[in-house]
């Protein structure tokens, strides 16, 4: 079955899921094994995308992001969950209808109709204004030690300060080397904080951050520039990005974002969902995957959606046995 769907003749599904990563494609899976009829729309932009390897997936370690997407749209098409990526599975908005259900308008023009809806569009990381860190995102430039850690083991790490987290991402860095150096850049640290960094062996460089000067961006060694012309050396450069949700689907149903804080300090934005069900404020809609916790690995994410499917479907089979009964007893019939 072609990704892209060409001349898909069904606009009406049990479920429509607008997002295609981890969280979307798991939630589709178990949605098309529970014999439901849904359609993953898929913009084609997944956060993982800018990196080689995705890490801490058990039984799928070290997989390339695409191969990963791409065996799991082959799993649901082979149970008959249908798929739209690229522009035509760019989900614009969605309104509810008179019934009850919600019809979701796509870029392409095209619009279908859902009884239920699973929202795992995900986040956008934005990165510090600073030359170079996008083009090097997940290469050279890193968040997160747990999905990168290991590979930079041993090695001298920079930690970009931009905010009072800083000091806790050198902590918990220098659980994979004892060669990190904090870049102060824009943040001003306390005397405490400088005392703690001594401690633990994290060296401190006073000044602000330009440039990133990579290598070759795909594991080579980099380093960063400072305004007032000097330079440190470093084989990966750690930064905190903003983690702000994907929500255009989810405002144009009236369902707002919120902003996410670690230790009192604003980090980005998510959908607020109910952690055990992914289910909304607004009836019928759902919400897994990093849209609703932005800082969850791969494998959070696709449990997130796969629970969340199971919430779907227990619903549409209460409704049905609802329904049932309703018809059998206006028949008149008896046991």
Do not use: K
Request: with cysteine.
């Amino acid at each position: 079955m072609s990704d892209a769907m060409d001349g898909i003749s069904d606009t009406s599904f049990d479920v429509v899921v607008v997002g295609g990563g981890a969280a979307g494609l798991a939630g589709a899976l178990t949605l098309a094994r529970a014999r439901r009829s849904v359609l993953v729309l898929d913009s084609g932009s997944p956060r993982g995308a800018p990196a080689a390897h995705l890490h801490g997936y058990l039984g799928r370690d070290g997989a390339a992001p695409a191969e990963l997407l791409a065996t799991g749209r082959a799993e649901v098409a082979a149970y008959g969950g249908r798929i739209r990526s690229g522009a035509a599975g760019t989900a614009l908005a969605a309104d509810r209808t008179a019934d009850g259900a919600f019809l979701v308008r796509c870029a392409d023009g095209s619009a279908v109709r859902a009884r239920r809806l699973l929202l795992a569009t995900g986040v956008v990381d934005e990165l510090p204004e600073v030359a170079g860190l996008r083009e090097h995102w997940g290469r050279s430039v890193l968040n997160c030690p747990y999905c990168h850690g290991w590979e930079v083991r041993d090695q001298p790490l920079a930690v970009l300060a931009t905010g009072p987290l800083a000091v806790h991402q050198a902590q918990l860095w220098r659980n994979w080397s004892d060669r990190v150096t904090l870049l102060t850049h824009t943040w001003r640290l306390s005397e405490g904080e400088r005392e703690l960094l001594a401690a633990l062996g994290v060296a401190v460089v006073d000044g602000e951050v330009v440039a990133l000067a990579a290598g070759d961006g795909d594991g080579g060694p980099c380093g960063v520039r400072l305004a007032g012309g000097g330079a440190v050396e470093c084989r990966a450069l750690v930064v905190a990005p903003r983690f702000t949700a994907r929500a255009g689907v989810a405002a144009s149903l009236g369902l707002p974002v919120v902003v996410v804080a670690r230790d009192g300090v604003a980090v980005g934005t998510c959908l607020e969902a109910d952690p055990a069900t992914g289910a909304t404020a607004l009836a019928g809609v759902w919400a897994a995957g990093n849209v609703t916790s932005p800082t969850d690995q791969l494998a959070a994410a696709a449990a997130a959606g796969a629970r969340a499917a199971v919430a779907i479907n227990t619903e549409l089979v209460e409704e049905g046995t609802r329904r049932a009964l309703e018809a059998y007893r206006a028949r008149g019939d008896r046991p």
